[in-house]
């Protein structure tokens, strides 16, 4: 990990976009973070935040591999981890619960995300 304004920040990657989620993983590392996974699917996501908590924010790609990842949206919420989705879709695929929750339309701009998730 090097230094960066992310220093000592856990960050989970979930998406199936391999190219995508590389990205993300690099960015992210440069800024500091430390970064779990990348997860390409649902069930990957849930054992990674299971295993890895304390985890300080999550990028999160609402369909992965033709799998909705609400589950892994919930399981961030109950633990209190900040997320964004990032995706493709429309904001009318995503359930009114999120409703609060940033989205970011692919290809995505790092810096709005870091912004959204810690402010820096």
């Known amino acids: 990990m090097t ?3 992310l220093k000592d920040r ?12 590389e990205e993300l993983r690099a960015e992210f590392e440069r800024a500091g973070a430390s970064v779990v996974g990348p997860a390409g699917r649902v069930s990957d996501a849930l054992s990674l935040i299971e295993k890895n908590l304390p985890i300080q924010g ?5 369909n992965l591999a033709g799998e ?3 589950d892994v949206a919930d399981l961030l ?3 209190n981890v900040p997320f964004v989705f ?11 619960t999120y ?10 701009d790092f810096a709005s995300i870091r912004i959204a998730l810690f402010g820096s």
């Open 10 to 21: 856990r960050v989970l990657i979930v998406e199936d976009d391999y190219l995508m989620a």
């Open 86 to 96: 990032v995706t493709g879709y429309d904001a009318e695929i995503i359930p009114a």
């Open 3 to 5: 230094e960066g304004p």
């Open 77 to 79: 919420r109950t633990n």
């Open 99 to 108: 409703a609060t929750v940033a989205r970011y339309e692919k290809p995505i």
């Open 68 to 70: 909705m990842a609400f």
């Open 58 to 62: 999550a990028v999160l790609d609402i």
